[in-house]
């Protein structure tokens, strides 16, 4: 998997030509893209990656907003949406609905990451925690995120 530094303001690139080009930062939205290019040569365009309209639109929910988590249910590239529990510091952090101004604020706030499915590398993702995009054992990436819906495209 491609390894780049994290750039907040780096998302979902316009075509599969950028996508496929020589880039070396992003954010957890161009894991999104690129994962599910290369895993299942689909091009999602940028308005398919980014939330809300990804998490209302995009794909289909294996696991809703009020179901609960369940590592059995993830196949290879499910999208996991995730509300961010602790900071860069390891101090827990209150980044939940009540928040935000809207539902919709809430969404975009979620971060995404890709289950994988390898045993202590479930998941892929592009953190500001790392800097850059890593693969995490799903109990690191618990300690950090709290997963709200899994979408698999």
């Known amino acids: 998997m491609k390894e780049f530094t994290y750039k907040f303001n780096e998302g979902p690139l316009s075509s599969v030509g950028e996508l496929l080009g020589d880039w070396n930062t992003g954010n957890c939205r161009r894991v999104v893209q690129y994962y599910t290019f290369l895993k299942k040569k689909i091009f999602l365009k940028p308005e398919e990656v980014l939330c809300p309209e990804a ?3 995009t794909g289909i929910f294996i696991i809703n907003e009020n179901e609960e988590f369940s590592i059995s249910k993830l196949i290879d590239g499910d999208i996991i949406y995730a509300e961010k529990i602790r900071n860069k510091e390891g101090e827990l ?9 809207s539902k919709d604020d809430y969404i975009i706030s979620l971060h995404t990451a890709i289950f994988t499915g390898e045993k202590n590398k479930e998941i892929w993702h592009a953190t500001a925690i790392e800097g850059s995009s890593c693969t995490w054992s799903l109990e690191k990436f618990l300690n950090y995120y709290l997963p709200i819906a899994v979408k698999r495209i």
């Open 93 to 101: 952090i209150d980044k939940s609905l009540k928040t935000f101004p």
């Open 55 to 57: 998490y209302n639109n």
